[in-house]
């Protein structure tokens, strides 16, 4: 009996603090779903739509990815692009590449991959998953990288941009494009790489 009692106590302590996270999490999604748009870039047809429900707003070709590809195992300085689902995290309305919306990687798949592989320990996938719990934007020094994001070009090539993946692994557009995206996207909105 005393047993029971201790695991049913045990649970409703599990519980609490997982009904607390989600609670936590409530308002980024709500302010993202209030507005009901999403973000999704598929990475192999070099395109990024703005989506509201299943209405697509807007399309975007021709983005360029990390120079060395596309990976679920990310890690800092590989110059791959993560793929999986995120938030906008913060927008920088003033970057070297012009606007930067910078993704909520490394999100809570890339570490528990991590941390499986024995590629991050156990301290850092905790400050990964505390900063999911409450909402804010993951620590990004971790060796899975960081300051992942959305851009532009910035001053640079156009021509390059137009004919190679060129970036350390985020999503890049030219200035016109970031330009429209920022029009849509917003701290907590969805994204989806693929």
Known sequence: MVVCMRMLKQRSLLFGCILAGLLVLLPVAFEASAAGVR?????????????????????????AIGRFGKTYYKMRGDNKTPLGNFRIGWIGKQSRYHRFLGLTYPDMDAADRALVDGRIDEEQWQQIRRAAQAGKTPPQDTPLGGLIGIHGVGSGDLEVHREYNWTNGCIALTNAQIDLLAEWAKVGTPVEIR
Do not use: C, P
């Open 39 to 63: 973000i999704y870039i598929d990475t192999h047809a070099r395109t990024l739509q703005v989506l509201e429900g299943d209405r697509v707003i807007a399309t975007f070709n021709g983005i």
